[in-house]
């Protein structure tokens, strides 16, 4: 598993604030700063377990939130 050397930024703030557009914004970040398929997929498994709360906490866990 290949984490990415720095957390990627994500602006969440003043943008739709749609659960699957969160993961797909993390995800798309997550990829573009070097993480491979079994990172990324950890983070989706941790998000989706979860309410809506536990989604922008694992985002946070993450990647650097704006």
Excluded: W
């Excluded at 914004?25 to 990829?31: D, E, M, P």
């Excluded at 809506?52 to 866990?61: C, E, F, G, I, T």
């Amino acid at each position: 598993m290949r984490a990415p050397d720095k957390k990627p930024v994500v602006k969440l703030i003043g943008n739709d604030g749609d659960a699957f557009a969160i993961l797909g914004r993390c995800k798309r970040a997550l990829r573009a700063a070097g993480a491979d398929d079994e990172y990324v997929t950890k983070y989706l498994q941790e998000s989706s377990a979860g309410d809506y709360d536990n989604l922008l906490q694992v985002a946070m866990k993450y990647c650097e939130v704006e």
